[in-house]
């Protein structure tokens, strides 16, 4: 596996990005930074070279990738007509944290779409994504760049952890912004709903376009989710995560319960939950929720490897990015307890 350096922008990372995409062209696996987080990028129209991305993260065949492009000339190279309240979003929230399901055209692979007659399709806004996305110019396929099932990755050391050996390269471009992955908005039909909540919110999206409904199924679990990622217990840390809604103080009784009984307790909490604590470890996500985004699987996975026995995260409000947090939290944890 390859690692370009492209941190400090110079001419060298210029020339690191155009080997990368050399790669891409050629047919092999390259992960990069986008503003959410990592993804391993391959080219969307190969079935061959999609291929390898499944095989390299061990992802279930049934769940589909989102096509990445530059520019909206070029998504529109991959769907069918785009109507009009989907332009009035592409042209408010693109490039950025947001991905369209519209019905596909066939120019994608179909080991992208899964079989299905939709594919998503985003822009991302991070200019390494970006210069990547020029300089090759074809549609690249990129779940995030994680083993199925570990946390999304939001440095290129969380993807070498995972997949080093097993992809042709990483892009280095330094740490992820947002920390989330991107809002999934099916807009396949007259009115859009939100299959996974990411970065755009739900808010942001109704004062562009009136009527937002959202997936049934992220509100209950009994429901099949739209998005056939969504089924799966994703982001799971190796460790049991307990995810407390209540005072700090429960927080602190159920922290001192677990161990009495012996067990090594981690917690992730923000900054000012972690001062009154006061207990450790404790990792402290920040004091924002568009902090606590950025830094919570960077958080999950620092636990993982360390020794505890249980990670105990606070629960957060579900304000802006906090209802993609909190969709993120739910589905990682073991228990969700209400205390
Ligand atoms: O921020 C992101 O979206 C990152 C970066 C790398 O762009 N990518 C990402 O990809 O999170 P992935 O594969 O980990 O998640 C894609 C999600 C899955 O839940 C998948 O089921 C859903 O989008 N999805 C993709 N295409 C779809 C389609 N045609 N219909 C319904 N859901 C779809
Ligand atoms: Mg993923």
Redesign the pocket.
């Known amino acids: 596996t390859k690692r370009w350096d492209v941190t400090n922008n110079n001419d060298h990372s210029k020339l690191r990005i155009e080997e990368a995409a050399r790669m891409l062209k050629a047919g092999q696996t390259v992960a990069f930074p986008?503003e959410?987080?990592y993804?391993l990028g391959a080219d969307a129209t190969s079935e061959d070279a999609v291929a390898k991305i499944f095989q390299a993260k061990g992802r279930p065949q049934d769940?589909?990738?989102?096509a990445?492009v530059a520019t909206k000339e070029q998504l529109q190279k991959l769907v069918q007509d785009i109507p009009s309240y989907v332009d009035k979003l592409i042209d408010t929230f693109s490039p950025g944290?947001i991905?369209f399901?519209l019905p596909s055209n066939g120019a994608c692979a179909d080991n992208v779409?899964a079989g299905?007659s939709?594919?998503?399709v985003?822009i991302?806004d991070h200019p390494v994504a970006q210069e990547l996305l020029k300089t090759c110019t074809i549609p690249i396929a990129?779940?995030?760049a994680n083993l199925s099932g570990k946390p999304?990755p939001t440095t290129a050391d969380h993807v070498w952890e995972d997949l080093q050996g097993k992809i042709s390269g990483i892009v280095d471009g330094g740490p992820t912004g947002v920390g989330l992955?991107?809002t999934?908005i099916?807009c396949s039909q007259s009115i859009p709903i939100i299959?996974?909540p990411g970065g755009i919110t739900k808010e942001q999206l109704e004062l562009v376009v009136g009527h937002v409904m959202v997936d049934p199924a992220l509100a209950n679990e009994q429901e099949k989710p739209?998005?056939?990622?969504?089924k799966y217990t994703h982001y799971s840390p190796e460790v049991p995560l307990w995810v407390v809604s209540g005072t700090v103080d429960k927080l602190r009784e159920i922290v001192e319960k677990e161990r009495k009984r012996g067990k090594r307790v981690g917690v992730l909490a923000s900054t000012e939950t972690a001062n009154i604590l006061e207990v450790k470890p404790t990792m402290n996500l920040g004091s924002t929720i568009q902090e606590i985004a950025t830094n919570l699987y960077d958080g999950l996975r620092k636990f993982k490897q360390s020794d505890v026995d249980l990670i105990i995260c606070e629960a957060f409000p579900e304000q802006d990015i906090g209802q993609a947090v909190m969709n993120r939290l739910r589905k990682a944890a073991t228990q969700y307890i209400e205390a």
């Open positions: 986008t959410t987080v993804g769940n589909p990738l989102i990445h944290p991905t399901v779409t299905l939709t594919v998503g985003r991302p990129a779940p995030s999304s992955e991107s999934v099916d299959l996974r739209k998005a056939p990622g969504m």
